[in-house]
């Protein structure tokens, strides 16, 4: 089975963290030795590589391809206007990346399903990519894509249209799929596949020697998501005016890093937050393994892959309950969910996780329960069903002519 796996959500050379779930589903779904895959992970055109322009430079940064765990990745740029971008975003991607995927077939890599990723842009204009090149299309939402931007009118009549037309749906919790029934979706045509978790890369540590290693000491939370107000760091950052004694790392990059550390300045918690930028996935597990417990404030979630991350290192978790997120916080060796997404009932649950704090064990083993095999093994029925019926269409029509 050959795939094209097609999403703006995935890692390069310059963001190596980004649409990191992604690849690794992919990686997983690869070491079935069942299907292969090529990569057109679409970037938005930038002029400048010239630092001062920020997040927009990083844009221009980012190689045309390259090669990730053996996996052929493409680049090509897309224009995307502010402003007015957002409703034209799906139609500018399929029109540069068609050349892109031409030149793939004549190469001789004649694909047979188009693995998109994210509804919106990347979802829409796959599914025009698919009828052009006529080919099947299945795509994962994955969070925002269906819990945040379907508000606007114009992209959720897009997503309407793609989802009518879509040969197969993949959401990453049931959430998600009650969410899209609820936009008008029918049910049958979508697939609950949640994220696993990788048990060899987040794996517990010697956490004394971790500990030490970091200058990590007393009770200390770590935060793990990008600086902007969908992370809601803000609420834990206030939440230790409550937590006497209790450190905070914040892992993670973006537009809200002055803010944040104005929050805590504001707050008088500034000596026990630290913002320690990106951190990429080996270090992570050092972190995770050093911290007492992982927290997520979010307002919105598909389905965090950072709390099963924690957990895989035995480090419970305090979250928001919000969309996906009780589907993964779902026994108290996990940790303990929010009532309520504000600095006060945050504070509550930390407290409550450190009044019956889980074994170490316990948290590991219940991570455990969520491998990747049974997503890899979902996909793989799913394409082949999807593929099984394409060609008995394919035939039916042959032998009605």
């Not at 979802?123 to 969070?143: D, M, Q």
């Amino acid at each position: 089975m050959k795939l094209l796996t097609f999403s703006t959500l995935f890692p390069n050379t310059v963001r190596p963290n980004h649409g990191i779930f992604v690849e690794t589903r992919l990686r997983y779904l690869l070491a079935s030795g069942k299907v292969e895959s090529r990569v057109v992970a679409p970037v938005p055109w930038f002029p400048s590589a010239n630092p001062r322009f920020g997040d927009y430079a990083a844009f221009a940064q980012v190689p045309a391809e390259e090669e990730r765990y053996g996996i052929h990745v493409q680049h090509p740029r897309y224009l995307l206007i502010p402003k007015v971008g957002m409703s034209l975003a799906p139609s500018m991607m399929a029109a540069a990346v068609k050349p892109v995927i031409g030149r793939i077939i004549d190469e001789g890599y004649d694909f047979d399903l188009i693995d998109a990723h994210y509804f919106y842009p990347d979802g829409v204009a796959a599914v025009k990519l698919g009828k052009y090149f006529n080919k099947p299309v299945v795509i994962t939402a994955r969070g925002t894509d269906i819990n945040l931007i379907p508000q606007f009118k114009r992209p959720r009549d897009q997503i309407l249209w793609a989802a009518a037309n879509a040969d197969g749906m993949i959401t990453v919790c049931n959430a998600l799929k009650d969410e899209m029934v609820g936009l008008g979706v029918a049910p049958e045509l979508i697939t609950p596949l949640r994220n696993g978790v990788d048990l060899q890369r987040f794996a517990p540590l010697d956490r004394a020697q971790a500990r030490a290693e970091l200058g990590i000491e007393g009770f200390t939370l770590i935060s793990v998501g990008a600086l902007d107000p969908r992370k809601a760091h803000d609420l834990t950052i206030r939440a230790l005016t409550m937590l006497p004694g209790v450190k905070l790392l914040i892992a993670g990059r973006g537009p809200e890093l002055k803010y944040l550390q104005g929050v805590a300045q504001e707050a008088g918690v500034q000596d026990r937050v630290t913002f320690l930028g990106p951190v990429a996935q080996p270090e992570l597990k050092r972190y995770y393994n050093a911290c007492d417990a992982m927290v997520l404030a979010s307002s919105r979630e598909g389905w965090a892959n950072v709390l099963l991350e924690s957990m895989a290192c035995g480090t419970p978790v305090v979250a928001s309950n919000v969309w996906g997120t009780p589907e993964v916080v779902a026994a108290p060796e996990a940790g303990v969910l929010m009532e309520d997404r504000t600095p006060e009932k945050l504070a509550k649950a930390v407290m409550a996780l450190r009044a019956s704090y889980p074994d170490h064990a316990a948290t590991r083993r219940y991570a455990e329960r969520f491998s990747w095999d049974d997503t890899t093994n979902g996909q793989l029925e799913l394409f082949s069903r999807l593929l099984a019926r394409k060609r008995g269409t394919a035939v039916g029509a042959r032998q009605a002519a």
